[in-house]
């Protein structure tokens, strides 16, 4: 008796985990923009102290909210749209389709995707372990960096099986933008004259 031990995943998995890089990415992109933008004044509000003890460490100060107007973002879908039609992609209705169709369509949009990704960013891993390794946090991790899962109690330090290595961007080098252009124009409709 022959068994074949091949992983044997349907095309329509594949597509999923295209979708949501890319709306990682995206995402990805709007954080750093965000990061990246002039930090806006706090709005104080004052009230009336209560007359108690004072906290015997100090409070934690609270996070600044930063305006983000989302011009790189769009800057950033338009280049999806262009090398990778990423907006034709999610935007298609593919129960019509094979999973063998679906599954072709989505090597295209890929490699038109990681082209404008390789283009445009650098990631490293937040961790260098390999996922499944057992790694130790130290207190006074950064949460932003590290999501701890499972029952987490104390201050750590924490020790666990690391399940995804978490990525940064190190380098972004999106083009310069003509002055007076409209972002929220993602890809020009195209129009085949003589036809």
Do not use: C, N
């Amino acid at each position: 008796m022959i068994f074949d031990l091949t992983p044997q995943l349907p095309a329509v998995f594949d597509i999923l985990h295209l979708a949501l890089a890319a709306l990682s990415l995206i995402l990805l992109l709007v954080v750093v923009l965000r990061s990246s933008k002039t930090e806006t004044p706090a709005v104080e509000v004052k009230t009336e102290e209560p007359k108690v003890e004072p906290p015997k460490t100090a409070p934690k100060p609270q996070a600044q909210l930063k305006e983000f107007d989302g011009e790189g973002a769009l800057q950033l879908l338009s280049l999806l749209q262009q090398d990778g039609r990423i907006i034709d992609f999610i935007r298609e209705d593919v129960a019509q389709y094979s999973d063998e169709e679906i599954g072709a369509a989505a090597r295209v949009v890929h490699k038109g995707l990681r082209k404008t990704f390789d283009e445009h960013f650098t990631v490293e891993g937040i961790r260098s372990e390999e996922e499944g390794d057992t790694v130790v946090i130290e207190a006074g991790f950064k949460p932003q960096e590290i999501q701890l899962l499972g029952q987490v109690a104390g201050e750590g330090p924490y020790k666990g099986a690391l399940v995804h290595q978490g990525w940064k961007v190190t380098d972004i080098k999106l083009p310069k933008v003509v002055e007076g252009r409209d972002s929220r124009i993602l890809a020009a409709a195209q129009v085949e004259v003589g036809a």
